[in-house]
């Protein structure tokens, strides 16, 4: 779908639009509040941890999980599949192996069979051609023929029931490349917004405590984090006729780079461009797109940042880096690594915590 263009474009995202209309959308969110709760009181009685491996990994492929019918033991191979996908210019992320076979569904076990393994010099397969990618493939193979045999109120049981305005139904090509599609950027995206937007409070300690004493400033506070960080850095596309842009002509055919980092440091379109203000308003960025290729997912990336964000306000205080932040190798995914963080534990208003104010190690 990333590289449709009408019709072909508009009669799958018709499809997948049933999936994430507000009130789709508004059902996962008692789930996504506990979720984001729970992730952030595991961890609060330690006092310090990896905020991007410990907290913000978890709760984007879990709720992609949920949204996609995958089994909650399975949401492993989301993470392993967006990381060989979006940091394949990272040895380390490249080769991401994160999956527990001993508890996932036999179902992923057949896809971990055929998972390729890096070479003699330590490179993974091209991640973006089919043959990179074998056991993602595999996996929606199988996924989709379940899902024709026990459909359920999940995305890819809808999808595989779903008839288009022209009667039609989607091929098997067209399922396994929507399930690729979503299980990378209905993760990796979210997945560095999160710490991109805690990295974006630590570094502004005045904004962090804006926030704090007044949260109505939250929603607010997303869409700035959205701006100030861009987790998607660039987008390549191809003009279809002649044009002009900036006084540069642009003949049809020539490849264009459209880098969101710069336009949502726009000075024409941002007052003091480069600040992070979490009060913004207006606040037109361009971190989820623009136009009919629009984030599908938007609303939901926003509730997810929303409940984690009230999460660490809950529960942690006085949050500041441990260590250096460790950035993704990624000329497109803005991404962090590793986000090492402490704080003093909150005395919880939630029944049933144990955790008590204490200094921070």
Request: with cysteine.
């Amino acid at each position: 779908m990333v590289n449709m263009d009408p019709p072909d474009h508009t009669r799958l995202r018709f499809l997948l639009s049933k999936a994430f209309t507000p009130r789709a959308v508004a059902r996962l969110e008692t789930a996504i509040q506990q979720r984001a709760q729970d992730l952030v009181a595991a961890v609060a009685g330690q006092k310090e941890c990896d905020f991007a491996k410990d907290i913000a990994a978890d709760l984007p492929v879990a709720t992609l999980a949920d949204v996609l019918g995958v089994p909650a033991s399975d949401r492993w191979l989301l993470y392993d599949w967006s990381n060989r996908v979006i940091g394949y210019q990272d040895a380390e992320v490249a080769a991401s192996d994160a999956v527990d076979a001993s508890s996932a569904t036999d179902m992923a076990r057949r896809a971990l069979a055929v998972r390729p393994h890096p070479d003699a010099c330590g490179r993974m397969p091209n991640p973006r051609a089919q043959g990179g990618m074998p056991d993602l493939y595999a996996y929606a193979r199988e996924l989709g023929s379940y899902k024709r045999r026990h459909p359920g109120s999940d995305l890819m049981s809808l999808l595989v029931q779903a008839v288009d305005d022209q009667g039609s139904r989607l091929s098997s090509e067209e399922f396994e490349q929507i399930f690729w599609m979503l299980s990378v950027a209905g993760n990796e995206t979210l997945r560095n917004s999160i710490p991109g937007g805690l990295y974006a409070l630590l570094t502004h300690p005045e904004e962090f405590r804006r926030l704090r004493e007044d949260r109505s400033l939250l929603p607010a506070a997303v869409e700035e984090m959205l701006r100030w960080w861009t987790p998607v850095m660039t987008f390549r596309r191809t003009a279809v006729a002649d044009t002009e842009l900036g006084g540069l002509i642009i003949r049809a055919g020539e490849k264009v780079v459209v880098y969101f980092s710069s336009a949502n440091r726009d000075e024409q379109i941002f007052h003091n461009a480069n600040a992070f203000n979490i009060g913004r308003a207006p606040n037109e960025h361009l971190a989820l797109g623009y136009g009919p290729h629009f984030c599908i997912g938007a609303q939901l990336a926003r509730m997810q940042m929303r409940a984690m964000f009230t999460a660490v306000l809950d529960r942690l205080d006085d949050v500041e880096l441990a260590g250096n932040p460790v950035r993704l190798r990624s000329n497109y995914q803005n991404g962090i690594k590793s986000l090492p963080i402490r704080w003093r534990v909150k005395v919880s208003r939630y029944a049933g915590d144990s955790y008590k104010t204490g200094a921070a190690s």
